[in-house]
């Protein structure tokens, strides 16, 4: 199997004479010296690139810039579309925000790809053979921010997932599957219990593999799935998943392939695209040559790829292989048992120059062959007929003993003239209303369910004056979710028993 490459720019099957334009950070910590052992390694390599400098992290927060960048760097990002990122130093206390998350957002940068390799015997690793790419959904699921506090026990998070942005992921994966010479892409959801937003996850995932049939396909269920990752991580080859399983998941592959110091990812937008190593910026280390510059060596090598240097990206890895196979370590991959010497920063990177041409002789060289973008598919516009049939009230209620028959009571009797009726109250999901358990724990959230009682179409009309009926009973609604169908299937979680 090929080692993977990031895909490549839209408009170069072929590699371009010019240099193309890219915009650089030399971040903080380590992040100067291992920029310039990487420059100093693509430079050597011919690879045709016109460096923008700007400026990120510490420094700019400290100045007083909440982001970490200045607003003019965003100018140099949105003409080059293409950022190689050293990494930066997040100054402790509040205030500040992630630079990541504000790139990865601003930038619209949906895929968050990171290839887990083992260089065993070279780089000691407990799975040897060990060749997988994660494909994490960037921009949705609980990393939204959407968070609030509704009552004094209760606080939420919500969890968002739309199928425009399923679509654009799992169509990545499959790109970037079919362009690495993969052979098999693996979904992990949860939608055995989120039926609904992962369930959409997995069902886009289906439909989209139908479009790939030279793929084999798999779905797993995220926890056995994790388990099969930390086990066996050689049955996997390309992982798709939302963005929370991938967040953990991309940690714990790049952890058990034993080089996490040797791992880089890649950021991938319609538009723009962000390369960086997956390390932080071991200030413990800065500035005494010591550092490994291959994890940021290996997200310029998927940047090479990105940008329609294909060939380059080839010879810049297989030296960086036949380096690391000829035990030529710092410090900290060194091994007495394996490393031929313990070299320095600089050091490392010369060894990677002076190896250009050469192939590894025991691990797979790279071949990257394949440039050029997936495509991102414009999205099925919704034609389903929406339907409202009913509505969730949130209702904030202490008043103890928390008896919910109480409270189902008082809610039936605030209602009883409106077009709506009550069908149950759950507690954290738990029906308690009619007919719960009195073991079961309630909160002071309580979710009421209104139907129509004849069933068919309900209007807001109908739900505004149930909500001022429930006022006017002192009834204290903390939020309303609306219940619809779409062509005639639910469109929300049923309550069980219901
Ligand atoms: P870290 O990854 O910087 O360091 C963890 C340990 O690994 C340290 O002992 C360090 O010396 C070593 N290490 C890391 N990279 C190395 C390399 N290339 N060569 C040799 N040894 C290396 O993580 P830590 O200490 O938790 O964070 C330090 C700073 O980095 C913090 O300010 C953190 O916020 C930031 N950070 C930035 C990231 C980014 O810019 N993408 C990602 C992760 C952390
Ligand atoms: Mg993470």
Redesign the pocket.
């Known amino acids: 199997m090929e080692r993977t490459l990031t895909n490549s720019s839209p408009s170069s099957p072929s590699e371009t004479p010019s240099p193309a334009p890219v915009t650089i950070a030399r ?1 903080d ?2 992040g100067p010296e ?1 920029m310039a052992a990487t420059l100093q390694i693509l430079d050597a390599a011919g690879a045709r690139i016109a460096p923008e400098e700007i400026e990120i992290g510490e420094k700019v927060y400290l100045r007083g810039v909440p982001a970490g960048v200045e607003p003019s760097a965003w100018d140099s990002l949105r003409r080059t579309r293409v950022f190689l990122k050293a ?4 100054p402790r206390g509040g205030g500040y925000k992630s630079l ?1 998350v504000t790139t990865r957002t601003a930038l619209g940068l949906f895929a968050n790809v990171r290839p887990c390799v083992s260089y065993h015997p070279f780089v000691n690793s407990g799975h040897p053979g060990m060749n997988l790419v994660i494909v994490r959904e960037n921009e949705e699921d609980v990393y939204t921010g959407i968070e609030h506090r509704q009552t004094d026990e209760v606080v939420q998070c919500l969890k968002l997932i739309s199928r425009p942005a399923c679509e654009r992921i799992a169509r990545y994966a499959f790109e970037h599957a079919r362009r690495a010479g993969r052979t098999k892409v693996t979904c992990f959801t949860k939608d055995n219990i989120m039926k609904l937003t992962d369930g959409l996850f997995r069902r886009v995932f289906e439909e989209t593999a139908k479009d790939y049939p030279d793929i084999e396909t798999e779905s797993l269920i995220v926890d056995i799935g994790a388990a099969f990752l930390a086990d066996t991580p050689q049955r996997f080859q390309v992982l798709v998943m939302p963005n929370l399983y991938g967040d953990i998941m991309s940690d714990i592959a790049a952890q058990i392939s034993g080089s996490v ?1 040797l791992c880089g990812s890649a950021n991938i937008g319609s538009q723009c695209a962000m390369f ?2 997956v ?7 800065a500035g005494k040559d ?3 510059p291959s ?1 940021l060596l290996q997200a310029a090598v998927m940047m090479l790829g990105h940008i329609g240097q294909p060939q380059t990206a080839q010879l810049v890895q297989n030296a960086w292989l036949r380096t690391i196979e000829d035990g030529i370590h ?1 410090g ?1 991959i060194f091994d007495p048992e394996r490393s031929q010497s313990k070299v320095g920063t600089e050091a490392f990177a010369l060894a990677v120059c002076a190896r250009l041409g050469l192939e590894p002789r025991h691990l797979p060289p790279a071949h990257y062959h394949v440039a050029g973008s997936p495509p991102v598919h414009p999205h099925r516009l919704g034609t389903e007929r929406r339907a409202l049939v009913g509505v969730d009230v949130f209702l904030c209620w202490s008043a103890e003993p928390r008896d919910p028959n109480v409270l189902g009571r008082a809610v039936e009797a605030a209602t009883g003239t409106t077009t709506l009726r009550l069908r149950a109250i759950t507690n954290r999901g738990v029906k308690v209303f009619p007919g719960g358990l009195p073991e079961t724990l309630c909160t002071d959230q309580w979710r009421c369910r209104f139907v129509r009682p004849e069933g068919g179409d309900v209007t807001h009309d109908d739900v505004l004056a149930l909500l001022a009926a429930l006022r006017h009973s002192g009834l204290d609604f903390v939020k309303t979710e609306q219940l619809y169908t779409f062509d005639g299937e639910r469109g929300y979680a049923s309550i069980p028993t219901e």
């Open positions: 971040g910590g380590i291992i990494p930066i130093t997040t990541n110091g960086e190593a390390h932080g910026s071991a200030p413990d280390i010591l550092a490994n994890g710092t900290d």
